[in-house]
Every structure is written in structure tokens, then in C-alpha cells.
């Protein structure tokens, strides 16, 4: 019972939390306050370098007082960050909008997946996080229908109603029910748990190609989506109903488990990154709306109908009463990565938007390269 609790209000949570009003026109406020787009990228870089700071602490402090209370705090950091980006009108604003919102997030990462993990049956895994990813879907899908109509009145009125939808996340995350984990090993030190964390090669390897295709998708489909659309002509008026319909592809999310199935999970990375490799070449070439449209369709449902999978390896991953604190060392890695990722792009896209996208395309390829050679040769296994 207490399972299922958790579940249905995490999925709930999920869903306020996709109820990010700004988020079709993040860019465009942030532009709007006065940042340049290598303002954003560099701020961006900021937030994830101070997230893997803040990982491994938070996942300590997590095995320490319990999931529970940590969610407890994150969520009220969140809902802190979401203030100062409506009060934010310099860099140094955004800049204090990024340390909250990286306090939060490395605080909410591990522990929310943890809870939800500690809930359910491992079989029942893929779906259950497919469906978490869904709720959040479905928020964003719906607040980017609502901010189309919104914007007509006024950016800072996107800002104000994530605010409102960021309570009621906060206040929701005090009705859930810790979980405890059985090992198999010993008991043992959080030292001990990192080091049997980093030791494991394969696992590392996976964290950092999953870390650079994560990043490289995010810069397209985040930052760099919405001067596409002005590139090929499309009015900033319909950029609400842009970012729905993007969230319709992430549904595909919920289906993860049965494409498993079908193809076994390794073929469906191989499959998704492929597809993310073309869709992005092809944004490069393309100054047509529809064509760009139909390519950050392409790129948004690849990545994530990878995310569930990716999810359930990490957690199995881990046979450690120290669950929190290495999900968080693994975040921390992925971080890292993503932090280097984010400087190359940001520096690429000052020079010209095809620069960054060339950029990406160039990681995207590296680790496909190094995925497919080391899936073949056997040296990193996931299994089917």
C-alpha cells in the first residue's frame, strides 16, 4: 500500500512539476531580461559544475535522514529557485536562480528515483519510470498549450504560474512514505559504497555516453530550438504550441518497456542515437518550418524513450544500503560531463547557431562510435 501510494504521488508531483509556463519561451525571457544566448549557455554550464558539487552531500544526507525529508527540502529549493527567476532581471539574478535550482535538483536526483524504485516490483521497473516521465510530459505538454494564450498578456505571467504549480509540488512531497533497501553485501561506509561505485567500468562508461547525449539533446531542443524556429520563419506566437506538440514525442517514453522487448534494450540506444545523429545533421541544412519542426520531433523522442531504460539500469546497477549516495555519484559523473559538453556547445554557438549544431553532431557521433565498438567487443553489457 505503501508503494503504491508513493507512486501515484510521485506521478502527481512529476506532473505539477512539468507545469513550467515559461518553458516554451525560456529562452526568448531570458533574452527578453537582458542575457546574451553565450550569457545562457554560460549560466548553464554554472548550474550543472554546481549540481555535481552538490550530488554526492545531497546523497549522503539522503541515506542519512531518509529520502523523504531530503525531497522535502529540494522541493522548497525549487520552489526558491522558481521565485527568483520571476524577480530576475541581470545576470546575477539568473545566476542566483541557478545555484537554487542546482541545490534542488542534485537534491530531488537519486532520491526521487530511489523512492520510486524502493516502491514497485523490478520488473515492473521500465513502465513504472516510463509513466513517471509521462506525468511530466503531460504537465509541460499542457502549460505550453496554456502559455500560447498566456504570453499575449505578459512573459512574467508564465513565471508566476510555475510558481503557483511549484507549491503545490512542495506540499505534496510531505504525504510521502520512506522505503528501506534490502543488500546482499555487508553493511558498509559511504566511502566504501563510492568505491565500488567507480570501479565498476561499465557502468561508468554507459553514465558518461548517456551524459553527452543527454546534454547535446537538451542544448537542441531547449536552447537552441527557438532560434531555429525564428531561422526558418516561424512566429514566436505559435512557440507555445511548438513546445506541446514536442512533448507529444516524449510520450513515447511510456512505451520504452515494449520496444525493449521487441528489439532488446541495447538496439534500442543504437536505434535512438541514430536517429538523434541524422534528425540533428539534417537541422544544420534545413531552413524550412515544417523540416524543423518534424527533426526536434525526431531528436525529442529519441532521447526519451531511453530515459526509463537508462533509469533502470543505474538502479540495478546498485546491490548498496547507500542507494541516494551513489545514484548521486553517478549524477556527479554525468554532470561533469555534461558541464565540458555544455562549455564546447556554448562556445561553438557565440560563433553562429550552425556552429553549436555541428558541434553536436560531432559528440552525437563520438559516442556512437565508442557505444557500438565497445557493445560489440562486449567490453560494456546491458542487459537485455
Not at 498578456?153 to 534490502?182: P, W
Not at 548498496?320 to 565540458?340: D, H, K, W
Not at 556547445?345 to 556552429?355: C, D, E, R, T, V
Request: aromatic share 12%.
Amino acid at each position: 500500500m505503501k508503494g503504491l501510494k508513493n507512486k501515484y504521488i510521485l506521478y502527481i508531483i512529476a506532473f505539477f512539476q512539468g507545469l513550467v509556463f515559461y518553458g516554451a519561451f525560456a529562452t526568448i525571457y531570458r533574452l527578453d531580461r537582458g542575457l546574451q544566448l553565450n550569457e545562457i549557455f554560460f549560466l548553464e554550464s554554472i548550474f550543472v559544475l554546481l549540481m555535481m558539487f552538490f550530488e554526492i552531500p545531497w546523497g549522503v544526507v539522503g541515506d542519512k535522514i531518509g529520502y523523504k525529508k531530503t525531497l522535502n527540502i529540494s522541493f522548497g529549493l525549487f520552489l526558491l529557485s522558481k521565485v527568483a527567476f520571476y524577480y530576475a532581471n541581470s545576470f546575477n539574478m539568473f545566476l542566483l536562480e541557478a545555484i537554487l535550482a542546482a541545490l534542488a535538483i542534485s537534491g530531488i536526483s537519486g532520491c526521487d528515483s530511489a523512492i520510486l524504485y524502493g516502491s514497485i516490483k523490478e520488473e515492473d521497473s521500465d513502465k513504472t519510470f516510463g509513466r513517471y516521465s509521462a506525468c511530466s510530459t503531460l504537465g509541460f505538454l499542457i502549460s505550453s498549450l496554456l502559455s500560447g494564450v498566456m504570453v499575449k498578456k505578459s512573459l512574467d505571467l508564465l513565471a508566476l504560474a510555475t510558481i503557483m504549480a511549484y507549491v503545490v509540488t512542495f506540499l505534496l512531497s510531505f504525504f510521502l512514505k520512506d522505503v528501506k533497501f534490502e543488500s546482499n553485501e555487508k553493511k558498509e561506509t559511504i566511502i566504501e559504497s563510492l568505491k565500488s561505485s567507480l570501479v565498476n567500468k561499465k557502468i561508468l562508461i554507459f553514465i558518461i555516453l548517456i551524459a553527452v547525449i543527454s546534454e547535446t539533446t537538451h542544448s537542441v531542443c531547449v536552447f537552441l530550438n527557438q532560434p531555429l524556429y525564428i531561422r526558418s520563419g516561424i512566429d514566436m506566437k505559435w512557440f507555445g504550441i511548438l513546445a506541446a506538440f514536442m512533448q507529444i514525442a516524449t510520450f513515447i517514453a511510456i512505451r520504452a518497456h515494449v520496444v525493449k522487448k521487441r528489439i532488446g534494450r541495447n538496439k534500442t540506444y543504437i536505434v535512438a542515437l541514430i536517429l538523434i545523429i541524422i534528425a540533428n545533421t539534417m537541422l544544420i541544412v534545413t531552413n524550412i518550418s515544417y523540416i524543423t519542426i518534424v527533426l526536434i520531433f525526431i531528436i525529442e523522442g529519441s532521447f526519451a524513450i531511453t530515459q526509463p531504460l537508462t533509469e533502470t539500469i543505474k538502479n540495478a546497477s546498485i546491490d548498496s544500503i547507500n542507494r541516494a549516495t551513489i545514484l548521486s555519484a553517478y549524477a556527479m559523473i554525468g554532470n561533469i560531463v555534461a558541464a565540458f559538453c555544455n562549455i564546447i556547445i556554448g562556445f561553438f554557438a557565440k560563433i553562429s547557431l550552425n556552429s553549436a549544431l555541428v558541434t553536436c553532431v560531432i559528440l552525437n557521433c563520438i559516442v556512437f562510435l565508442i557505444g557500438y565498438i565497445l557493445i560489440k567487443n562486449s567490453k560494456i553489457l546491458i542487459k537485455k
